[in-house]
């Protein structure tokens, strides 16, 4: 009877695993500004996005997201464009991070929330990748679990409640080809 239940423990165990062997992948356009999100060659979903201006402009070539930010403070950069301006901590309606960043190219280059939503489409942003809030936290987690971090709901209602950065590493890398 042990026997049995270990069998059958270690068979639900294996399918509950997501399948992160499957080729998961990010493209990024900048002439289009759009995202797009390929699972084993097949489209998956396509979000408008806004890219680096022309002072800032969004790095090109192949990358891999390797660390996600969850409910990231925001310190102004030391650039002509940040004088002026304030630290926002975690969980602040004003951050401008919102909710996630997931780096593409550390320590400057990340792909995050907006409030601007009227940037989306356009060259507006001081280099990163910028999305809405709801599909840049949507993207974010289908980002963890095909890079082997995989969470429930309720950690992701903990994260956001609790107002503090989360830092999540992911176990296998999730290329973004940025052209």
């Keep these: 009877m042990v026997v049995k239940r270990l069998i059958l423990l270690l068979l639900t165990a294996f399918v ?72 926002t901590p975690p969980g602040h309606p004003d951050n401008p991070m919102k909710k996630v960043k997931m780096f ?29 809030e709801e599909e840049v936290t949507r993207l974010a987690k289908v980002v963890m679990e095909r890079g082997g971090k995989p969470m429930p709901e309720p950690w992701y209602r903990r994260v956001f409640r609790s107002r503090s950065q989360t830092v999540v590493r992911l176990s296998e890398p999730v290329t973004i080809v940025i052209q």
Excluded: Q
């Design 16 to 87: 509950m695993v997501p399948a992160t062997n499957a080729e998961f992948r990010l493209e990024v356009d900048v002439s289009e500004r759009e995202l797009v999100a390929y699972l084993s060659g097949e489209e998956m979903e396509r979000f408008k996005v806004a890219v680096g201006k022309s002072d800032y402009p969004t790095p090109k070539g192949s990358f891999e997201i390797r660390r996600l930010v969850w409910n990231p403070g925001w310190v102004p950069p030391n650039s002509k464009w940040a004088r002026g301006k304030s630290a």
């Design 104 to 132: 593409f190219k550390e320590p400057d280059y990340y792909i995050h929330g907006t409030a601007d939503e009227h940037s989306l489409g356009k060259a507006a942003s001081h280099g990163c990748i910028r999305m809405s």
